[in-house]
């Protein structure tokens, strides 16, 4: 089984950016699809961007353009760099991952996933 711990979320201003970190631990040796979801109060969860097979990275179009998905497997982490943040950004965002090669983002972040505790990213106008 795998273990994820994100950190880095915390509380900015609009137009700021933030870096999230997931440090995966435990039983690592198996290829596991990654990404990332938020969930805000009272609201759906929402993929945000996820790195799966290869070639198969996706973004919400909602964060096109401003987040960026990326992975050190040496450091068996992976990130999540935002840019130019929006109020409607703020949420609790998770770390998710699930074995084998996956593409679509849905099943990458889906019920079927590993998830982290979450981050809080709070983007204020």
Same mark, same amino acid.
């Given at each position: 089984?795998?273990?994820?711990?994100?950190? %880095?979320? #915390?509380?900015?201003?609009?137009?700021? *950016?933030?870096?999230?970190?997931?440090?995966? =631990?435990? &039983?690592?040796?198996?290829?596991?699809?990654?990404?990332?979801?938020?969930?805000?109060?009272?609201?759906?969860?929402?993929?945000?961007?996820?790195?799966? %097979?290869? #070639?198969?990275?996706?973004?919400?179009? *909602?964060?096109?353009?401003?987040?960026?998905? =990326?992975? &050190?497997?040496?450091?068996?982490?992976?990130?999540?760099?935002?840019?130019?943040?929006?109020?409607?950004?703020?949420a609790m965002y998770y770390c998710a991952a699930r074995m084998g090669s996956w593409c679509d983002m849905s099943n990458i972040i889906?019920?079927?996933?590993?998830r982290g505790q979450g981050t809080q990213v709070t983007v204020s106008?």
């Amino acid at each position: 089984q795998v273990q994820l711990v994100e950190s %880095g979320g #915390g509380s900015v201003q609009a137009g700021g *950016s933030l870096r999230l970190s997931c440090v995966a =631990s435990g &039983d690592i040796n198996r290829k596991y699809s990654m990404g990332w979801f938020r969930q805000a109060p009272g609201k759906e969860r929402e993929g945000v961007a996820t790195i799966g %097979g290869v #070639g198969c990275t996706r973004y919400a179009e *909602s964060v096109k353009g401003r987040f960026t998905i =990326s992975q &050190d497997n040496a450091k068996n982490t992976l990130y999540l760099s935002m840019f130019s943040l929006k109020p409607e950004d703020t949420a609790m965002y998770y770390c998710a991952a699930r074995m084998g090669s996956w593409c679509d983002m849905s099943n990458i972040i889906g019920n079927l996933s590993l998830r982290g505790q979450g981050t809080q990213v709070t983007v204020s106008s």
